[in-house]
């Protein structure tokens, strides 16, 4: 394929030696003339491994060459991959100057076009870029439109400096998000042939996966940091506290815990969370992302009290009560909380959680209901078909399949379904609908 790759930075001549050395011809566009010599004398602009033999190769066999001008760029290729820089501004926000002014390059060039071409963006931009910046440029500049005239996209580049031709070859996965299957198969057609999973999806998704990512990779340093600073201030080797706990791939390095829902409690994560930052506090530590974590978590539990205040009825029924599905284990669950703060404001509420029925109750959880929450004790209802008949809002904090298809048959177009677990038939919601993360 002719491919023009506009930005020849880290993530630019890597690409373009690569795809150069899979057999496409690869033409760099760059207004950095000392760049352009460079490359043209078979050096790469970029200290990596490998980059230098594999840039002479490519540019002595003529498959990578090198130019300022972006028009010519795409009137002889097929494909444009935007790589410029996006940095940061002062006040955190994105500077998407070369961003713009690629786009409007190219949809200068395309205006005079006649075959389809496809533009794909691989900086780091913003989630909604490409829909609000990049697409209004090129339609305006080239008078044409995305979809019918033109294929436009989002591939997020996940190489790592220091090892991207290994990153490259070797990339965890291949997102597009793309306009069109047209134009996602352009790009699979480049890179189908690396021995991962080609992902095509949604450009907004793209986008901030590529955020996700980054910041996931931050925020596992950081953990582990503030885990061996902790382990440090105790005499212990945090080395060997974060070697074991990346050996449980059930739990830790897992999927388990990564899927956006309602607020994490029970009778054990709470507890030790304070326990670890009393013990890290008595020695001097401080671990300010760990201290940050169970005030995120009181958020998430007030934005969906808050929203349900905002909706304005006083009839409200919660479905689920314990801290998780297949308990009924209730201390520190973030449903209680959630159920005492609208007794508060005088809600009106129902509760129906099978695992927490009253009759079933013995023991300490019965005590723990009828002295330390008496005042929820009182909501519970029988069956779910009860709350569901008499209130105007349902928020669904329990997965339970069976009282689900009771919520799926009963709930009425006047009803608003707060949805806290991620509804699976939510075409079946015949209301209004908020869900908690999506
Ligand atoms: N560096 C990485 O490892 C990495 C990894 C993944 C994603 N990214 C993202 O990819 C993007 C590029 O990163 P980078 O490190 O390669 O940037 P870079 O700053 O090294 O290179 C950007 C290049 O774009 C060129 N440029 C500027 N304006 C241009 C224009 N109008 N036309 C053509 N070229 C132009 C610059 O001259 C420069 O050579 C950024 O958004 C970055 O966040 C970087």
Same mark, same amino acid.
């Given at each position: 394929?002719?491919?023009?790759?506009?930005?020849?930075?880290?993530?630019?001549?890597?690409?373009?030696?690569?795809?150069?050395?899979?057999?496409?011809?690869?033409?760099?566009?760059?207004?950095?003339?000392?760049?352009?010599?460079?490359?043209?004398?078979?050096?790469?602009?970029?200290? #990596?491994?490998?980059?230098?033999?594999?840039?002479?190769?490519?540019?002595?066999?003529?498959?990578?060459?090198?130019?300022?001008?972006?028009?010519?760029?795409?009137?002889?290729?097929?494909?444009?991959?935007?790589?410029?820089?996006?940095?940061?501004?002062?006040?955190?926000?994105?500077?998407?100057?070369?961003?713009?002014?690629?786009?409007?390059?190219?949809?200068?060039?395309?205006?005079?076009?006649?075959?389809?071409?496809?533009?794909?963006?691989?900086?780091?931009? @913003?989630?909604?870029?490409?829909?609000?910046?990049?697409?209004?440029?090129?339609?305006?500049?080239?008078?044409?439109?995305?979809?019918?005239?033109?294929?436009?996209?989002?591939?997020?580049?996940?190489?790592?400096?220091?090892?991207?031709?290994?990153?490259?070859?070797?990339?965890?996965?291949?997102?597009?998000?793309?306009?069109?299957?047209?134009?996602?198969?352009?790009?699979?057609?480049?890179?189908?042939?690396?021995?991962?999973?080609?992902?095509?999806?949604?450009?907004?998704?793209?986008?901030?996966?590529?955020?996700?990512?980054?910041?996931?990779?931050?925020?596992?340093?950081?953990?582990?940091? #503030?885990?061996?600073?902790?382990?440090?201030?105790?005499?212990?080797?945090?080395?060997?506290?974060?070697?074991?706990?990346?050996?449980?791939?059930?739990?830790?390095?897992?999927?388990?815990?990564?899927?956006?829902?309602?607020?994490?409690?029970?009778?054990?994560?709470?507890?030790?969370?304070?326990?670890?930052?009393?013990?890290?506090?008595?020695?001097?530590?401080?671990?300010?992302?760990?201290? /940050?974590?169970?005030?995120?978590?009181?958020?998430?539990?007030?934005?969906?009290?808050?929203?349900?205040?905002?909706?304005?009825?006083?009839?409200?029924?919660?479905?689920?009560?314990?801290?998780?599905? /297949?308990?009924?284990?209730?201390?520190?669950?973030?449903?209680?909380?959630?159920? @005492?703060?609208?007794?508060?404001?005088?809600?009106?509420?129902?509760?129906?959680?099978?695992?927490?029925?009253?009759?079933?109750?013995?023991?300490?959880?019965?005590?723990?209901?009828?002295?330390?929450?008496?005042?929820?004790?009182?909501?519970?209802?029988?069956?779910?078909?009860?709350?569901?008949?008499?209130?105007?809002?349902?928020?669904?904090?329990?997965?339970?399949?069976?009282?689900? @298809?009771?919520?799926?048959?009963?709930?009425?177009?006047?009803?608003?379904?707060?949805?806290?677990?991620?509804?699976? @038939?939510?075409?079946?919601?015949?209301?209004?609908?908020?869900?908690?993360?999506?």
């Amino acid at each position: 394929m002719r491919i023009s790759i506009f930005g020849l930075g880290y993530v630019g001549a890597v690409s373009a030696a690569c795809l150069a050395r899979d057999g496409h011809q690869v033409t760099g566009i760059d207004p950095n003339p000392d760049k352009l010599k460079i490359i043209r004398s078979g050096r790469s602009p970029i200290v #990596e491994e490998g980059i230098q033999e594999l840039t002479s190769k490519v540019v002595e066999n003529g498959r990578f060459t090198v130019s300022n001008d972006p028009h010519a760029g795409v009137l002889e290729t097929d494909i444009s991959f935007v790589c410029v820089g996006t940095p940061s501004l002062s006040n955190g926000g994105q500077n998407l100057d070369a961003v713009r002014k690629v786009s409007e390059d190219i949809g200068t060039a395309l205006a005079e076009k006649q075959n389809y071409h496809v533009v794909i963006v691989r900086s780091t931009i @913003e989630p909604g870029t490409i829909d609000q910046v990049v697409k209004p440029i090129l339609e305006r500049s080239s008078g044409k439109k995305v979809g019918k005239d033109f294929g436009l996209g989002f591939q997020p580049e996940f190489l790592r400096e220091g090892s991207s031709i290994k990153d490259y070859d070797n990339p965890p996965f291949t997102v597009v998000g793309t306009d069109s299957k047209r134009s996602a198969d352009v790009v699979a057609s480049l890179f189908r042939h690396l021995p991962c999973e080609f992902i095509a999806t949604d450009i907004k998704i793209a986008e901030t996966l590529k955020y996700a990512c980054n910041i996931f990779h931050a925020l596992k340093i950081v953990f582990a940091n #503030e885990i061996g600073r902790f382990s440090k201030s105790m005499g212990i080797d945090g080395r060997e506290v974060m070697h074991l706990i990346c050996k449980d791939k059930q739990l830790n390095i897992s999927s388990a815990y990564l899927s956006p829902g309602f607020a994490y409690g029970g009778s054990c994560l709470p507890k030790d969370l304070r326990a670890l930052l009393y013990m890290a506090k008595n020695r001097d530590i401080s671990l300010p992302m760990l201290q /940050g974590v169970a005030p995120s978590n009181q958020l998430h539990i007030d934005n969906v009290v808050d929203y349900v205040l905002a909706a304005g009825s006083r009839r409200v029924g919660m479905i689920g009560l314990s801290f998780k599905s /297949g308990t009924d284990d209730l201390r520190e669950s973030p449903l209680v909380t959630v159920a @005492e703060r609208f007794i508060g404001k005088g809600i009106d509420l129902k509760i129906h959680d099978p695992n927490v029925s009253l009759s079933h109750l013995i023991g300490a959880n019965r005590r723990y209901i009828e002295e330390s929450i008496p005042h929820i004790a009182s909501t519970m209802t029988d069956t779910c078909d009860e709350l569901i008949d008499n209130v105007d809002i349902v928020v669904v904090g329990l997965r339970d399949p069976a009282l689900l @298809e009771k919520l799926y048959e009963r709930n009425r177009p006047d009803q608003l379904i707060v949805d806290l677990v991620s509804l699976t @038939e939510r075409e079946r919601i015949k209301g209004k609908y908020w869900g908690i993360c999506w």
